[in-house]
């Protein structure tokens, strides 16, 4: 069992205080919260990703032509 990293928790706490809704879907998006070891004496980097039920955008499949 892993025991929970108290920075994440800090960091996830931190940040959903300041979510404000999407204004894409007007949901509040949730945090994703990952950490990548380093090496050495170093804390992990911690990385946030916000996540909300708006669809991927859509990307042109390619460039647009100046005809």
Not at 12 to 19: F, K, S
Not at 24 to 43: K, M, R, S
Request: aromatic residues 2%; glycine residues 4%; hydrophobic residues 30%.
């Amino acid at each position: 069992m892993t025991v929970p990293d108290p920075a994440v928790a800090s960091v996830r706490a931190a940040l959903e205080r300041d979510l404000s809704p999407c204004s894409g879907c007007g949901q509040t998006p949730q945090l994703d919260v990952t950490t990548t070891p380093v090496a050495g004496d170093y804390p992990p980097l911690i990385s946030v990703t916000p996540r909300c039920a708006c669809p991927p955008r859509q990307y042109p499949a390619e460039e647009p032509t100046d005809d």
